[in-house]
T-cell receptor, first 114, second 111 residues
Framework: DAGVIQSPRHEVTEMGQEVTLRCKPI?????LFWYRQTMMRGLELLIY????????DSGMPEDRFSAKMPNASFSTLKIQPSEPRDSAVYFC????????????FGPGTRLTVT | EDKVVQSPLSLVVHEGDTVTLNCSYE??????LLWYKQEKKAPTFLFML????IEKKSGRLSSILDKKELFSILNITATQTGDSAIYLC???????????FGQGTRLTINP
């Protein structure tokens, strides 16, 4: 059981650059979640998909953030252009069934924007 | 707006002590409350509580939910250094089908 896979594990980029985070959910799970975690704000839900369809993106901070899920085994979170305040750990999680509850988290991507 | 508040935010105790972590919630269409443990990496699932007053146990950890007073507690007895972590609680909004997380409690167990 590979669990949720995220890449890269660490990303350091300069302000203004485009950043793409990737996630592969657990096979058979039909819900996928993107979270952001910072010391100040804790764990925040950015967007989630059910059966590859975005259901709630109310947590996406602004238009610089976008997420896609082209198929059941892959999702991306893109930030363009990136800013220093985007520095955080970004987690992807997946779950099975609706309503989702027991979510399995990936190892996270630590993003640093300088 | 849905809200989950945990207390204390930070707690330092000695090995062998018993600790109680608190979680209160205000969530529309509440269905369940979940506890996660986060060490160096991703949160890992501990408990899900849906019914009021029924304690769930796993080894030295136990948790209970009070749906009238809108809170939950997580107890850890005979703490060990390996219990050091951030403990997160999250409330499931059934209508929106999403978890609302609290800020977490950072627990440190000193030998």
């Amino acid at each position: 059981d590979a669990g949720v896979i995220q890449s890269p594990r660490h990303e350091v980029t300069e302000m203004g650059q485009e950043v793409t985070l990737r996630c592969k959910p657990i096979s058979g799970h039909n819900s996928l979640f993107w979270y952001r975690q910072t010391m100040m704000r804790g764990l925040e839900l950015l967007i989630y998909f059910n059966n590859n369809v975005p259901i709630d993106d109310s947590g996406m901070p602004e238009d610089r953030f976008s997420a896609k899920m082209p198929n059941a085994s892959f999702s991306t979170l893109k930030i363009q252009p990136s800013e220093p305040r985007d520095s955080a750990v970004y987690f992807c999680a997946s779950s099975q069934g609706t309503p989702s509850y027991e979510q399995y988290f990936g190892p996270g991507t630590r993003l640093t924007v300088t | 707006e849905d809200k989950v508040v945990q207390s204390p935010l930070s707690l330092v105790v000695h090995e062998g002590d018993t600790v109680t972590l608190n979680c209160s919630y205000e969530v529309t269409n509440f269905r369940s409350l979940l506890w996660y443990k986060q060490e160096k990496k991703a949160p890992t699932f501990l408990f899900m509580l849906t019914s009021s007053g029924i304690e769930k146990k796993s080894g030295r950890l136990s948790s209970i939910l009070d749906k009238k007073e809108l809170f939950s507690i997580l107890n850890i007895t005979a703490t060990q250094t390996g219990d050091s972590a951030i403990y997160l609680c999250a409330a499931l909004n059934q209508g929106a089908q999403k978890l609302v997380f609290g800020q977490g409690t950072r627990l440190t167990i000193n030998p």
